[in-house]
């Protein structure tokens, strides 16, 4: 590990000299307002970046904007050896410039890049000392934020065993929530259940995924049963996560690496994400609270100068003068899918006693959860939960997606929407192969919330698969928290997916149309509780000799006596069946002559 990190640190940067190279042209006032590109040896020999004097990029800015995006895709997922940089004017102008060093991979233009982003509520305070800027470092002291920390790696800082399976992937995204309640406030809004989401696409056709099973066994439990392309699994904790860092990215000696892989111990989510297009991995965790006092660090620049870091210090504040209240046209702006509803829109999950082999999840909503969000008064609204269901509990798919009106209101219930994953009704636990299922149900809702009663609960019925025996009779499992949010259709001509802090991939706005706005309702555990997580106790046979009358192999005898009574009568009703039918017809013929005699 040190000699390939001096190897890094030693080779020449293909960015560096590229940016020197193409800003000395960009300096003049010909292309004082231009877009740049690269493109690479095979495509210029092949497909021809300019034919006829003409940039391939378009001719004019409305041109190049349009074509900036596919292109840029079109770039890397096609070649990987840089050798130059075209330029486009404004005015249509085009230069190929020809980099002066020998050419490089695009991969080695993506290297570690790391931001840093602190979000304050409108009541923390903060004072100008407490972030403090010099030549090579921030300092932050006692900051009260929200955190959210990310890093971007290309291939050559990754481990072998990471790059071989990203390298035959399309798409990967993974994330972890933490089982303890937590706070989400804006521009972090979006919530998923508990555990670990793991969601994948391969490369090609022929790819299988056991790479990246195996791979997942050592990053967080070899427990791990990923035999399909979707997954979740409960992971109270990431600490094998945080192990394989320290052992993969970390030497010995740095205890500062060390010291900050185990921060992710604390963190309320996770996530990574990898795509074939931008050939790049990202991995980022959230903070919804400071530690202790407030964060205290001192974020430096890389010392060797190849790495990026970015940090942000954002706040939210009222609007309070004239001039802030007015609508105005503004330059930048980053609609948002996901936003947090107040403190006390919240819901309560729990299951009734007794639970049984059908148990009803039940969702309490108080009067605050069920008023309508703050969307456009011409969006159309609807409350909706998410369930992510081990393979032990499921569903009945015929019995949530019926139309009976009567079953639908005496459970609250609108309509099923989604489902995926294992859906058989029959199969025991041990015969299922894949995690568990999705379910996205819309919930119906009061037409005048403030009139209802103080809660308001929605039931789903589930089932129960049998699970293997223990010597006790049962068995626990847990179900993760469903989340609870309001869907609205967004306003006409609105653009979603620019926000750079709203996430996705989750699993469930997928489910969704791509103008749709997400509220989202904060989870609340009864007093005593302080996990998302309901435990359940679920009846087994006992495997204990001595617990009773009911007892295994009384089972199994049992059984054995009940099945083959229930073979003899069913025998002797066949029997019985065809001795009537065998004897019934001679006597009603014997019968008729001797009618005939009579009558002679």
Excluded at 563 to 578: E, P, Q, T
Aim: net charge negative.
């Amino acid at each position: 590990m040190d000699g390939h990190r001096r190897d890094q640190e030693s080779r020449p940067s293909c960015a560096m000299h590229a940016i020197k190279e193409m800003c000395s042209y960009l300096r003049e006032p010909t292309y004082a307002k231009a877009h740049t590109n690269i493109f690479t040896e095979r495509q210029y020999l092949q497909e021809g970046i300019c034919r006829q004097g003409e940039c391939v990029m378009g001719l004019g800015e409305k041109n190049v904007i349009r074509y900036q995006q596919p292109w840029s895709s079109y770039l890397i997922g096609l070649a990987n050896t840089l050798t130059g940089v075209v330029i486009c004017g404004e005015r249509g102008q085009q230069l190929i410039l020809p980099l002066t060093h020998p050419p490089c991979h695009l991969q080695d233009l993506i290297k570690m890049r790391r931001r840093i982003t602190f979000v304050q509520r409108p009541e923390s305070p903060f004072h100008v000392d407490q972030a403090v800027l010099t030549s090579d470092a921030l300092s932050i002291t006692h900051l009260d934020a929200a955190r959210e920390e990310r890093a971007t790696f290309g291939f050559d800082e990754l481990p072998a065993e990471i790059w071989q399976v990203l390298k035959s992937s399309h798409e990967l995204h993974i994330r972890w929530a933490t089982e303890r309640p937590y706070e989400i406030g804006a521009p972090f809004s979006s919530r998923i259940s508990p555990g670990l989401h793991v969601y994948y696409t391969p490369g090609t056709a022929r790819e299988t995924g056991v790479g990246l099973c195996s791979l997942l066994k050592t990053v967080f439990d070899e427990s791990l049963e990923c035999q399909s392309l979707r997954y979740y699994s409960r992971l109270p904790s990431p600490q094998n996560l945080v192990a394989f860092i320290q052992h993969k990215f970390c030497d010995r000696s740095d205890e500062k690496c060390v010291h900050h892989a185990e921060s992710i111990l604390s963190a309320d989510s996770v996530d990574v994400n990898y795509d074939s297009i931008s050939h790049a991995l990202t991995v980022s965790g959230y903070w919804s609270t400071s530690p202790g006092q407030g964060w205290t660090e001192q974020i430096r620049k890389h010392a060797a100068d190849t790495h990026q870091v970015e940090v942000g210090l954002l706040g939210v504040e009222s609007a309070t003068e004239p001039e802030e209240l007015k609508m105005e046209p503004t330059l930048f702006s980053f609609p948002s899918r996901h936003h947090p509803l107040p403190a006390d829109a919240t819901y309560t999950v729990s299951f009734p006693a007794p639970t049984g082999l059908h148990p009803t999840l039940t969702i309490s909503m108080p009067r605050a959860s069920l008023r309508r969000p703050p969307a456009p008064p011409d969006a159309t609204c609807a409350l909706h939960t998410y369930l992510t269901l081990p393979s032990w509990i499921f569903g009945d798919k015929y019995q949530l997606s019926t139309t009976d009106r009567l079953f639908l209101s005496s459970h609250n219930l609108a309509a099923l929407r989604a489902v995926a994953g294992e859906t058989d009704l029959e199969a025991p636990d041990w015969v299922v192969s894949r995690w568990g299922s999705n379910w996205l149900l819309e919930l119906a809702t009061p037409l005048r919330p403030d009139t209802s009663p103080e809660e308001w609960n929605a039931s789903i019925p589930l089932h129960l698969r049998y699970l293997t025996p223990s010597e006790s009779g049962y068995r626990s499992a847990a179900v993760p928290w469903p989340i609870v949010f309001w869907a609205c259709t967004a306003e006409d001509g609105t653009k979603m997916g620019v926000n750079p802090f709203d996430r996705v991939n989750l699993g469930w706005e997928g489910l969704f149309g791509a103008r749709t706005m997400f509220y989202q309702l904060h989870p609340a555990p009864a007093e005593g509780k302080d996990r998302l997580v309901e435990e359940l106790d679920v009846p087994v046979l006992r495997l204990r000799e001595d617990a009773g009358f009911f007892q295994s192999k009384t089972i199994e005898l049992g059984t054995v006596v009940v099945v083959g009574l229930g073979l003899l009568w069913v025998l002797w009703k066949l029997g019985l069946v065809l001795w009537i039918a065998g004897t019934g017809p001679s006597t009603r013929a014997q019968k008729r002559t001797d009618k005939h005699r009579k009558a002679e």
